[in-house]
């Protein structure tokens, strides 16, 4: 985005500024040559009608033709010319306004300060590439696609070899081969033995993953099976 309007009170500071520019423009080089009042006005509305749009549109521009915010002679050529272009605009469509409007003696006083003119023109084509320079860099790097890191491959976890659970301060472990099968029960795991029940706060999603393909099965999303707990399969229908 255009560092002169990525904010409305960074775009009112630049309106604020065209116009203190605008009026120090026109009205130091008015009362400089006696030009009359209404010529100073019109001048100043022609010169803030131009400034403000070349000063937005230049850094759409200059942000091609300065990549990576570096200088080369070609570049230094290209805004030698760019800026060529801009006051020849200007001070063309300025020129015209000023012939066909003003009096001939106001025409006359105003051809004897264009040389000024073209000068302060040129000041302030300087002081916008200075102030767009910064931001040309950053704009770059945010064009720029960002170096993606590819991620490594997580070792395969090793299946586990036993369950513990907590009941107050003791824990109990239990051997994979005393499991006949685990059974959810909301959001907690049923561990099935031939000695009872134990509820672990755990997913069946874990143990799934986590117990050895060879020895468990899930045949249920609510139950998971020990294959050597498994004595007939019924087929139903």
Not at 12 to 24: A, G, R
Not at 41 to 59: E, G, H, K, Q, R
Not at 199 to 218: A, C, H, S, V
């Amino acid at each position: 985005m255009n560092p002169l309007i990525r904010s409305k009170s960074v775009l009112w500071k630049f309106l604020l500024l065209s116009l203190f520019i605008t009026l120090t423009y026109t009205f130091s080089f008015g009362f400089a040559f006696q030009l009359p009042i209404s010529c100073i006005l019109m001048d100043a509305w022609i010169y803030a009608t131009v400034f403000i749009p070349i000063s937005l549109l230049l850094w759409h521009i200059i942000r091609y033709t300065i990549p990576n915010n570096k200088y080369s002679l070609f570049q230094i050529i290209s805004l030698m010319g760019l800026g060529l272009l801009v006051l020849g605009f200007v001070h063309g469509l300025e020129s015209l306004v000023w012939y066909f409007i003003c009096s001939n003696c106001s025409f006359e006083a105003y051809l004897q300060s264009l040389s000024i003119r073209i000068l302060f023109s040129v000041m302030v084509y300087v002081i916008l590439l200075m102030y767009y320079k910064p931001y040309l860099k950053t704009e770059t790097e945010e064009d720029l696609p960002k170096e993606t890191k590819i991620p490594e491959e997580a070792p395969p976890q090793a299946p586990i070899e036993r369950i513990s659970i907590r009941n107050g301060q003791k824990i109990k472990i239990i051997p994979l081969q005393d499991i006949l099968y685990l059974q959810a029960e909301g959001d907690y795991v049923a561990i099935i033995t031939g000695e009872g029940k134990c509820l672990k706060e755990q997913t069946m999603k874990y143990f799934e993953e986590n117990l050895p393909k060879d020895r468990f099965i899930r045949i249920h999303r609510s139950y998971i099976v020990a294959v050597n707990a498994i004595t007939r399969i019924e087929k139903e229908g």
